[in-house]
């Protein structure tokens, strides 16, 4: 008989494991489709983003901690973006746990946030991935229709360039 799995039992993505196939709704900017080079309404997948990286910040704009996350994840966009080897390769995406739309496109206009975020607010995202605290980061490699996690920690990045050499070495580019 097989055991039923509970959400309090669903740990958050471990580096080594595979993310799980989560259904994103697209936003309706198409600068942010451009950015993940997706096309079209409805909803994606991450394992269909244009990149080779996607970083997954998971945060809710009631987080102070988010809140004071904000400019450094600028920051590391801005550095990714910078850089012609990385630009095409490693995107950035946030996931607004109990966020609306709404909600999403307030954060995103106070903090002058440039990537995508994606609202949250019923919470079934979050409970697939084991309810964590915010700000969480994941990072994904994408290998065909897989997203193998190479980072998954609650808390500040810490400095940007230590952790993007970081991801840079844990996926393999350059």
């Known amino acids: 008989m097989a055991k039923v799995i509970s959400t309090a039992e669903i740990s958050p993505p471990q580096v080594g494991g595979i993310f799980p196939e989560l259904e994103l709704l697209k936003s309706s900017n198409p600068v942010d489709l451009k950015y993940l080079g997706l ?78 975020l994606i609202p949250d607010g019923d919470f079934k995202l979050h409970k697939t991935i084991g ?8 990072v994904v490699k994408l290998k065909g229709d897989k997203a193998e996690v190479i980072y ?3 808390g500040a990045l810490g400095d940007n360039k230590v952790f993007l050499e ?5 996926s393999g580019l350059k």
């Open 166 to 170: 970081q991801i840079v070495k844990s």
């Open 39 to 116: 096309s079209g309404s409805g909803i994606f997948k991450i394992q269909q983003v244009k990149a080779d990286v996607v970083i997954i910040e998971i945060f809710s704009m009631y987080c102070p901690y988010c809140q004071g996350e904000a400019p450094n994840v600028n920051n590391l966009y801005t550095l990714i973006e910078s850089n012609p080897s990385l630009r095409n390769r490693i995107k950035i995406i946030g996931i607004g746990i109990n966020n609306s739309l709404f909600e999403t496109d307030i954060f995103k206009n106070k903090y002058k946030i440039a990537f995508p």
């Open 152 to 154: 998954s920690k609650l």
């Open 131 to 138: 309810q964590v605290r915010t700000p969480y980061f994941i």
